[in-house]
């Protein structure tokens, strides 16, 4: 049985459980005078059982998904002849690939030799038992788990603690992964960046004003030594970013305030909607938009002015960018303004000031933490994007803060140098975790200045 057919039978089973302890739990009580001499509803006992019954089953389910495979691969290398495993890392590697590939049928066995088929052959007898070991273990389990759940159902039973529990360490185990998750993510950039910054020196990449990652394949090629210098990059990806910040904040605010405290619930109804649907396009979409309408339109427009505009320019990226993350800002900051006490705007109100000033002087400072904390996903969302970049402001590192030449962002050379079929031991390919550093450096500078302003501001107004 596939994994996915498990668990959608371990859910139905979990909710036989539920409903079979619920019904139990409502004919104890009959007796007793009617579920409130139950020490619990029965919906919670039935919750009980339908945990009891699901939990320890998934729980098995999820550590052999993350066992089989490494444990069987290496039964099946184990089970090879010594002269036919390669000692390599990388070697043994390509010959699992071979080996899996040939058991799955993504690859034919013809010209293959019989010790790799044997090899796969042996692969697939052994994911299949495991597959129905597994299955019985989970079965039995579940089932174990529901007539244990059933069975203990007593009126003094206290099962709404027992699932609260639960429940309760379920939330910190989610909180958990998330938190070791980005963790993991931090220590993995950070090893494979002072990787890079062995070879080459962290003054060279912060301060350096070429970058040309290309490294040579033969001795004494052009190039050979690369340049490293992230300079260019940083400065068209805050070039970018901040033409785009200057579209969408403004535009995204006044709408924001009008669809809050000007407009009537009918135009509130449409345009909110139709605001949001920006959110919704793909950013392929904003690409293709701003390659082939805003950056032509900027260069002819550049062109009767006298001015030399490049086909690609920060400037396309930066304004069809800003149009993309409008509904961020907007909606965020929507809910923030439509968030503020009514008490405030009557107390406001009712001393004389105009609705104008009541949203410059009461409501705007109140709602200040939220609009703060909706332009720092506005930001994040600019300096993470890469399609529109690629497509309209080009592939060039210049060092210019000239909005209507050809720059690059981060973001866009990291997926440059990891495209394709790369060793994780050249500068070359090790560059993008350092410029990968560098921006979950700058990410946490900007949360960092964030907190900073709405404390100080929550303080003010609370």
């Given at each position: ?52 019954c699901g939990l320890p089953a998934l729980a098995l389910l999820l550590l052999w998904m993350i066992f089989d495979d490494p ?103 989610s909180a958990s992964i998330a938190i070791f998750t980005t963790l993991g993510i931090l220590l993995s950039v950070l090893f ?85 649907i920006l959110a919704g396009v793909p950013t392929v979409v904003y690409g293709f938009f701003a390659a082939l309408t805003v ?168």
């Amino acid at each position: 049985m596939s994994p996915v057919n498990l668990i959608i039978t371990l859910l139905l089973l979990s909710i036989v459980a539920h409903y079979l302890a619920h019904n139990r739990a409502e004919a104890l009580a009959r007796p007793l005078g009617g579920i409130r001499h139950l020490h619990s509803l029965p919906f919670y006992y039935g919750l009980r059982s339908a945990l009891w019954c699901g939990l320890p089953a998934l729980a098995l389910l999820l550590l052999w998904m993350i066992f089989d495979d490494p444990l069987t691969r290496s039964l099946v290398l184990a089970g090879m002849p010594g002269d036919a495993v390669p000692e390599s890392p990388a070697q043994r590697g390509l010959l699992l690939s071979t080996i899996v590939n040939v058991a799955e049928g993504a690859l034919p066995p013809d010209g293959l030799s019989a010790t790799v088929v044997e090899a796969a052959q042996r692969y697939q007898e052994l994911r299949g038992l495991s597959t129905r070991i597994v299955s019985v273990a989970a079965f039995a389990l579940a089932l174990g788990g529901l007539a244990w759940g059933v069975r203990r159902i007593s009126p003094q039973l206290r099962a709404r603690q027992e699932v609260e529990t639960v429940l309760r360490w379920l939330l910190l185990t989610s909180a958990s992964i998330a938190i070791f998750t980005t963790l993991g993510i931090l220590l993995s950039v950070l090893f494979e960046s002072l990787r890079f910054f062995q070879s080459v020196p962290v003054t060279d990449f912060l301060f350096g004003l070429e970058w040309s990652p290309q490294m040579a394949i033969r001795e004494g090629q052009v190039g050979s030594t690369g340049q490293f210098g992230a300079v260019p990059l940083f400065v068209g990806t805050l070039l970018i970013s901040a033409i785009a910040l200057l579209v969408a904040v403004p535009v995204g605010l006044m709408s924001a305030i009008y669809l809050g405290e000007y407009a009537s619930p009918r135009v509130r109804n449409i345009a909110k909607p139709v605001l949001e649907i920006l959110a919704g396009v793909p950013t392929v979409v904003y690409g293709f938009f701003a390659a082939l309408t805003v950056a032509p339109f900027i260069r002819d427009l550049g062109m009767q002015l006298g001015l030399s505009v490049s086909s690609e320019s920060a400037l396309a990226a930066g304004l069809v960018m800003g149009v993309m993350i409008i509904p961020f800002v907007s909606s965020l900051t929507d809910d923030v303004i439509t968030a503020v006490p009514r008490s405030l705007r009557d107390g406001s109100l009712a001393m004389g000031a105009t609705r104008s000033e009541t949203i410059k002087k009461v409501i705007m400072p109140a709602a200040l933490p939220g609009i703060v904390g909706g332009v720092l996903l506005a930001a994040s969302r600019a300096i993470g994007e890469t399609m529109i970049v690629v497509m309209a402001a080009g592939l060039a590192a210049n060092l210019t803060a000239n909005p209507l030449e050809t720059v690059t962002t981060i973001t866009v050379q990291i997926v440059t140098l990891l495209v394709g079929d790369q060793e994780f031991d050249s500068p070359k390919t090790l560059a993008a975790f350092a410029l990968g550093l560098m921006l979950f450096v700058t990410t946490l500078l900007l949360n960092v200045i964030a907190l900073r302003v709405v404390k100080k501001y929550r303080e003010r107004y609370d």
